[in-house]
């Protein structure tokens, strides 16, 4: 696919369906729906188990707005950061929204995805 070779715009395109589904399947705590696209990578550390755990100790991972602001990209190694502005349904304030993409298999994968 040769992501790295595409422009900013190829790139939020690909990335906010990617961003959109982790925002949904977070807010109903859908494990193989936010799994979908991860690396293998990134599936070894994400267990359901431990992402359960996140799901009922951060209010914020379940109750993400749908809406979210598109901020840019940084591009390092073999890796795309895509970052967003991001709120809640729930708690005040904005929130940055990192997804970290890659590709894996000639496909493209989520290599990092975290809210701060």
Request: charged share 25%; glycine share 8%; no cysteine.
């Amino acid at each position: 696919m040769e992501l790295l070779e595409k422009s900013d715009k190829e790139i939020k395109d690909i990335a906010q369906p990617i961003w959109d589904n982790l925002v949904k399947s977070s807010n109903i705590k859908d494990y193989g729906g936010f799994t979908k696209d991860f690396s293998s990578q990134m599936l070894y550390g994400a267990n359901e188990v431990e992402l359960g755990k996140q799901w009922a100790n951060n209010k914020l991972l379940t109750s993400l707005s749908e809406k979210q602001e598109y901020l840019g990209t940084i591009r390092r190694n073999q890796f795309i950061t895509v970052l967003y502005k991001q709120t809640s349904q729930t708690m005040p304030g904005e929130f940055l929204g990192r997804l970290v993409l890659g590709e894996e298999d000639g496909l493209v994968k989520v290599f990092g995805a975290t809210i701060y």
